[in-house]
């Protein structure tokens, strides 16, 4: 899910003149999508902390804002191949210690 977010993002820039923040509360429907998304995602960081494959000592609604806030960069990358290093990294970033080092890695050469 959060692949497919940066990618949107990625793919959609240059088409809003008003800039990232202007596009994503540009209207109630959009804020109210984006808050049904981080209620998606922090219900699945959730899940993730309960089998240990997700950090816990972060609520999971920070985790959900920190994923969604850092993706939202995908917009000002240069290429697809940025926007999954991206991705990874935020990963990395929500990812328990005890999580092996390459679950849920992102190919960098996916089409």
Known sequence: MLRAFALMRYETSGHHD??????LHRDPQVARVQGQLHDM??????????DGSVR???PPGELAA???HALTAAGG???RAAVLRLVTVTLD?????????DQGAIRTDAP
């Not at 008003?18 to 596009?23: L, R, Y």
């Not at 995602?41 to 309960?50: I, K």
């Not at 970033?93 to 080092?101: I, M």
């Open 18 to 23: 008003s800039g990232p923040a202007a596009f």
């Open 41 to 50: 995602v922090e219900e699945l960081l959730a899940d993730g902390a309960r």
């Open 56 to 58: 816990g000592d972060v």
């Open 66 to 68: 920190y994923c969604l």
């Open 77 to 79: 990358l240069p290429s």
């Open 93 to 101: 970033g929500v990812r328990s210690v005890a999580a092996a080092p």
